[in-house]
């Protein structure tokens, strides 16, 4: 059964860091692109960043660019955002995502979330 589960949320200042961290389980990590997302208050969902199965490549929102930062280890199964410059904006929660093709289709894995907040 796959689980990913975030930690590393919280509340911080403006211009503050912070770093997230994603475990997964039940699949094979290192095979697997892995993607962050987050949900503000009131608005849509946005994909925040990307990092391919190898960890080499990555992809990020314009809004995050020169900010976030996207990693993993595979040998520990964990994906890591690091997130610098933080504003108010950044307020919401994110998840860690992945998903598979089988048979059926696409078939998508989210985590339970991890609360940022970024206030003074």
């Known amino acids: 059964q796959v689980q990913l589960v975030e930690s590393g949320g919280g509340s911080v200042q403006p211009g503050g860091s912070l770093r997230l961290s994603c475990v997964g389980s039940?699949?094979?990590?290192?095979?697997?692109?892995m993607r962050w997302y987050r949900r503000a208050p009131g608005k849509g969902r946005e994909l925040v960043a990307t990092?391919?199965?190898?960890?080499?490549?990555?992809d990020y929102a314009d809004y995050v660019k020169g900010r976030f930062t996207v990693s993993r280890d595979n040998a520990k199964n964990t994906m890591y955002l690091q997130m610098n410059s933080l504003t108010p904006e950044d307020t919401a929660m994110y998840y860690c995502?992945?998903?598979?093709?089988?048979?059926?289709?696409?078939?998508?894995?989210w985590g339970q979330g991890t609360q940022v907040t970024v206030s003074s």
């Open positions: 039940g699949f094979t990590f290192s095979r697997y692109a």
């Open positions: 995502y992945t998903q598979e093709s089988g048979t059926y289709g696409i078939q998508s894995y």
């Open positions: 990092i391919l199965a190898g960890g080499t490549v990555t």
